[in-house]
């Protein structure tokens, strides 16, 4: 059987010479094979590219994930080492302040107790009652742990001395304004007592209490309050130095501040309130059958007060 050919013919330019080649059929039906299988290759190896292209980057996505996670694991678990140290020191700090402020009464030990004891077995309170106790005492003031468990050493309540030794310069209720002198009627009402003090004064606190504020406030400048408990407190203004700090427990006649005339004062004196509620009450019932206070034996003394 004769082969056959296919002629192909082209010409290089307009001028130039018709050129041709023949290739035979078979040759051709080789070569395009030939093509055709090359073409299969590069697309299987393109496809192969983009699938490795595609898995290296989620490699690194899930690597830089798996980092991060690592990371915050990481970070958690610290947080966590800290949590725990914090709940072991909150633990004996809990318990004692529960004590402390009645909030867990001492119980008598019990004969399991003493077996626990005796088997060296620590008596601590649980973790759930150590954070309930540790919220209130976070969040509760001074005063609101003050009325809610009274301390047992507070003997006297009753604002029963006079803060200052002196004279009465102003009474409570309405007065004159003491700056304009003109007469203010109701618009001008006293909240307490003004009692004649040389600046530097020793101020002595009329009953046992805990001292919830200790800072300068306007118009009764540098000024202490006293909780006394049952709703009782008394105000010390116009002072000239605090000697107690908020959070302090008192006694009645101890030395507390150094009198003055800061804030809205004329001259040199104390203004002293009694205060049942947060309602200020005439104190004049608390003194008139009182005597002026003797200086506390207390660590004040150390100041020659």
């Known amino acids: 059987m004769k082969e056959q050919y296919v002629t192909v013919e082209w010409m290089p330019s307009m001028r130039g010479r018709l050129r041709s080649i023949r290739i035979g059929r078979r040759s051709l039906g080789y070569l395009l094979g030939v093509g055709l299988l090359l073409l299969l290759g590069a697309g299987a190896l393109f496809s192969s590219y983009l699938q490795m292209s595609r898995k290296t980057s989620r490699y690194a996505e899930l690597r830089q994930n798996f980092d991060e996670l690592r990371r915050r694991y990481e970070a958690l678990q610290r947080v966590a080492s800290r949590r725990k140290e914090q709940i072991a020191s909150l633990q004996k700090l809990a318990a004692e302040v529960s004590v402390r402020y009645g909030i ?26 150590t954070i309930q106790t540790y919220n209130f005492l976070k969040s509760a003031t001074v005063s609101e742990i003050y009325h809610r468990y009274a301390f047992q050493w507070q003997v006297h309540t009753r604002p029963s001395l006079w803060p200052v030794h ?82 302090e427990e008192v006694r009645a006649g101890e030395v507390i501040a150094l009198s003055g005339g800061t804030g809205r004062a004329t001259a040199p004196h104390l203004h002293y309130e009694v205060r049942i509620h947060g309602t200020p009450v005439n104190p004049w019932p608390y003194l008139h059958q009182t005597h002026v206070a003797k200086v ?9 007060l």
């Open 104 to 129: 867990t009464p001492r119980k008598s030990p019990s004969k399991s107790m003493i077996s626990e004891i005796r088997g060296n077995q620590a008596m601590k309170p649980t973790v759930a009652d």
């Open 166 to 247: 002196g004279r009465l310069t102003s009474p409570f209720g309405g007065r004159p304004d003491p700056f304009s002198g003109e007469d203010a009627g109701q618009s001008e009402f006293h909240t307490g007592v003004d009692i004649a003090a040389p600046k530097g004064t020793p101020v002595h606190v009329a009953a046992d209490g805990v001292v919830t504020n200790a800072s300068w406030e306007s118009g009764y400048g540098k000024l202490v309050i006293v909780d006394h408990g049952h709703g009782i407190e008394t105000y010390y203004a116009h002072l000239s130095e605090f000697l107690v700090v908020p959070g």
């Open 296 to 304: 506390h034996t207390s660590r004040h003394n150390d100041l020659g």
